[in-house]
């Protein structure tokens, strides 16, 4: 039973260009969403997160997007830079319960 | 002040064999989490501890264990080791605890490969 869904394995953007990562999820109790960023030989590291109360939240180059009626968020990475290549993972709890993780997409920045 | 530490970072086993993986938190961080990664599965929650007591347990079976110290320091011990045991096992630790922040520090992971 996967609650959070990232459906695309992988994506490549060019240098500078918007990269948008999408994650769906079916647990309507969520109540906080993150992204964690995972380079290889790592551990992920947390990039952002947003509460339910928004729909908005943004730090820096990163802008995460909630849409609570459709059960869906989005990160926008603007400009991207090489470095931005890893694997990016979804990440929703509620207050007191686990954090679950999704699948991870893969991020490639062309140069 | 220093991250999450796992340890060992590499172990091979064998099947039926029992591991025992080591993490120790961020000073002063009483919450840990286990996460198993595998190929096309992302992260899979194990289970949490909080203050010595688990707090919350993933969906794995009871060959997987795991307890927590007085000092925070947590151990997960799996036993009768499968071959689809073989992934990355990471440890994240947090001041609160579940989601309450939502911000997890992890570890590099080890690295258990199963034959």
């Known amino acids: 039973d996967q609650q959070v869904k990232q459906n695309s394995p992988s994506l490549s953007v060019q240098e500078g260009r918007i990269s948008i990562l999408n994650c769906d999820y079916t647990n309507s109790m969520f109540d906080y969403f993150l992204w964690y960023k995972k380079y290889p030989a790592e551990g992920p590291t947390f990039l952002i997160s947003i509460s339910s109360i928004k729909d908005k939240n943004e730090d820096g180059r990163f802008t995460v997007f909630l849409n609570k009626s459709a059960k869906h968020l989005s990160l926008h990475i603007v400009p991207s830079q090489p470095g931005d290549s890893a694997v990016y993972f979804c990440?929703?709890?509620?207050?007191?319960?686990?954090?679950?993780f999704g699948k991870g997409t893969r991020l490639h920045i062309l140069p | 002040k220093a991250g999450v530490t796992q340890t060992p970072r590499y172990l091979i086993k064998t099947r039926g064999q029992q591991v025992t993986l080591s993490c120790s938190p961020i000073?002063?961080?009483?919450?840990v989490s286990w996460y198993q990664q595998t190929p096309g599965q992302g992260l899979q929650f194990l289970f949490e501890y909080f203050s010595e007591t688990q707090r919350n347990k993933g969906n794995f079976p009871g060959r997987f264990s795991g307890r927590q110290f007085s000092n925070s320091r947590s151990e997960m011990n799996v036993s009768t080791l499968e071959l689809g045991d073989s992934a990355l096992y990471l440890c994240a630790s947090s001041f609160l605890a579940g989601g309450n922040t939502g911000e997890l520090f992890f570890g590099e992971g080890s690295r258990l490969t199963v034959l």
């Open positions: 000073s002063g961080h009483r919450s």
């Open positions: 990440a929703a709890s509620n207050r007191d319960d686990k954090i679950i």
